[in-house]
T-cell receptor, first 114, second 115 residues
């Protein structure tokens, strides 16, 4: 089944404790992206990657890191999480050449930083 | 920068009735794509319908259709014969062919279908 797999689904952590949210897709998509969803703000892009070893900042990159060492994986790293990073996070992927196809989303990660 | 505006934070509709969700966007691009995504309580993001800006014909997917007004930069979603399973948050999204695959999302409309 074609899908984007995110883990974990729920995560509660303490301020300053490094964490990684994993994202993997099995569709050979070139493009991958991370969004955060907050009430009243919709989805805002954190980082995106056009292909392996090619990443760039989205609209809200502060406090986050990403890497794209393999085509299928695009982990999101919070080096020192803070309470304002409490949010719902989505990983998404799409074919690089087929922009009309839209995104395939992961099932989301609910992160709480206390 | 592109912006997407959904001016209706919440809406409700009686089961079997029709409801229209509004979306406007701002862009100087001529070649772009528009999408409606549904997010039920399970929080999964599900693509409902898509529209390519160069196509004049409005997209339709079963009970879902759009009214795409390119000059007015408007992209509304019409849900006919509303069902309880349509209860969800709906997001309008814009993607430009000239800015890579970065998509811009509206703030969402929470739709409740009333039995």
């Amino acid at each position: 089944e074609a899908q984007v797999t995110q883990n974990p689904r729920y995560l509660i952590t303490v301020t300053g404790k490094k964490l990684t949210v994993t994202c993997s897709q099995n569709m050979n998509h070139e493009y991958m992206s991370w969004y955060r969803q907050d009430p009243g703000l919709g989805l805002r892009q954190i980082y995106y990657s056009m292909n392996v070893e090619v990443t760039d900042k989205g609209d809200v990159p502060e406090g986050y890191k990403v890497s794209r060492k393999e085509k299928r994986n695009f982990p999101l790293i919070l080096e020192s999480p803070s309470p304002n990073q409490t949010s719902l996070y989505f990983c998404a992927s799409s074919l690089g050449w087929d922009r009309a196809s839209g995104y395939t989303f992961g099932s989301g990660t609910r992160l709480t930083v206390v | 920068a592109q912006t997407v505006t959904q001016s209706q934070p919440e809406m409700s509709v009686q089961e079997a009735e029709t409801v229209t969700l509004s979306c406007t966007y701002d862009t100087s691009e001529n070649n772009y794509y528009l999408f409606w995504y549904k997010q039920p309580p399970s929080r999964q993001m599900i693509l409902v319908i898509r529209q390519e800006a160069y196509k004049q014909q409005n997209a339709t997917e079963n009970r879902f259709s759009v009214n795409f007004q390119k000059a007015a930069k408007s992209f509304s979603l019409k849900i006919s014969d509303s069902q309880l399973g349509d209860t969800a948050m709906y997001f309008c999204a814009f993607g430009s062919a000239n800015t890579g695959n970065q998509f811009y999302f509206g703030t969402g409309t929470s739709l409740t279908v009333i039995p």
